[in-house]
């Protein structure tokens, strides 16, 4: 089965990750191309409808989400799933920019209150899309049991009680074990230094709030796949 996104490399910071995500050959890159497909992901994470998003069309992401990059989708679904899980702090924020030497290649930086987080959150919320896009014939994505999969794993690898609700302030584990968590480039994806090469400017910088998740069919995908902590 082709795959929608190849995140090519990621990259962890203070504050934030940066995660170079390629959209594969022949997948559509604006929500446009594919409303059905998009509206499936909005029903999935209806929240991510009133996320502020400081981008051309509005204040919100919904003014823009039915024609921007697939990338700008997959990062406001990751930052909702961070939400969601109560272990990101205050506000979640997310930015996706274009590459300027390829046009299906984007940087989306994440905050990173903690590593397993954000990274977890985007592996789900991958897979989520991955269903949206391509194989919407599989039983839905369950999120709320992937947000709660994603919420023991943090808490447990914090050696935290899971059945107790942290703040996220206390994160025991930091910039580890994150650079491995990408693949090599293909041909011209030019995935190679960070920074200067991303010339499109920034698409939006923007939070999210909590609001309220779907139940679905139970299963689950990415980082949270049969964890059962
Ligand atoms: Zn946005």
New binding site residues.
Partial sequence: MAELFKIMKITVGEEKLTARVLVNPGMPLRTAEDIEATARVYYLAPAIAK?????DAGSE?QD?MGD?ELA?LL??LTVELMNETGLAGDISC???RGIAEDPRLFDIELSCPDDVLTIGALSSAVFMMQWAFVQPDAPAPDVEGTVEGLRRLVLSLRGEDATEVADGDDADIDDAAADDAAGGPEEDAAADVDGDDAVDGP????GARVEEDTPADPVFGGAAAGYEG
């Fill in positions: 996320h502020v998003c400081l981008g992401f823009c921007t700008h990062e406001h997310g930015r996706t698409i939006d910088v923007e």
